[in-house]
């Protein structure tokens, strides 16, 4: 089945550092979607981005399907940003509805 | 508007006990998922459904755990019955056009079972 590889596996930053989390895939995708885990446990769906490039307030998230990566961009870190980055894909002829995590990166932002 | 709603937010309970553990789909969705959270394993998918119907559950463990959808707004999963080493946080998920569409969470059920 397609793997999924995330880095680094932890990172820790000061407040209002940029950071940028790597997703690494070993097939091709027609489905993949970065979530934040923060630290109370709630999985927050940041994108659906199975291609191209979308940006919401501070985060971007870049999707290289042809190349079989996809970049999340965390620009002037906060506190709040702390937590777990998950990235998830679904792959074609994959089994329907299944969308296999990647280990996530632990991020750490310190005040 | 509200978001995926489960309940209860913690269960603890004794080996070989019934554990059914509950979901409200957001308003409007028509797939949901449940998924299992473990630090050994990470994030599991456990079923998922679409418009009532399931249609993945290769991912159900055993023929301990069942899941149902009663109507298109409400699923169950149980546990019956439950061991140890189903002690996890139990997450269900729903979105609105099935496997190609933005998955959303509820906050979860941490499940005990001692």
């Known amino acids: 089945g397609i793997q999924v590889e995330q880095s680094p596996p932890d990172l820790i930053l000061q407040e209002g550092a940029n950071s940028t989390l790597r997703c690494n895939f070993s097939?091709?995708?027609?489905?993949l979607q970065w979530f934040h885990q923060n630290p109370w446990g709630q999985l927050i769906n940041l994108f659906y981005?199975?291609?191209g490039t979308k940006q919401n307030g501070r985060l971007s998230a870049t999707t290289v399907a042809t190349e079989r990566y996809s970049l999340l961009y965390i620009s002037s870190s906060q506190t709040t940003d702390s937590g777990v980055y998950f990235c998830?894909?679904?792959?074609?002829?994959?089994?329907?509805?299944?969308?296999?995590f990647g280990k996530g990166t632990k991020l750490s932002v310190k005040p | 508007d509200a978001g995926v709603i489960q309940s209860p937010r913690h269960e603890v309970t004794e080996m070989g006990q019934e554990v059914t553990l509950r979901c409200k789909l957001i308003?409007?969705?028509?797939?949901l998922f449940w998924y299992r959270q473990t630090m050994m394993r990470g994030l599991e998918l456990l079923i998922y459904?679409?418009?009532?119907?399931?249609?993945?559950d290769s991912g159900m463990p055993e023929d301990r755990f069942s899941a149902k959808m009663p109507n298109a707004s409400f699923s169950t999963l149980k546990i019956q019955p439950s061991e140890p080493r189903d002690s996890a946080v139990y997450f269900c998920?729903?979105?609105?056009?099935?496997?190609?569409?933005?998955?959303?969470f509820g906050n979860g059920t941490r499940l005990t079972v001692t």
């Open positions: 998830a894909v679904g792959a074609y002829g994959g089994s329907q509805g299944n969308l296999i």
């Open positions: 998920a729903s979105s609105f056009r099935g496997f190609n569409s933005p998955l959303h």
């Open positions: 097939d091709s995708v027609n489905n």
């Open positions: 981005i199975p291609s």
């Open positions: 459904f679409n418009n009532n119907v399931p249609i993945d």
């Open positions: 308003s409007g969705h028509n797939s």
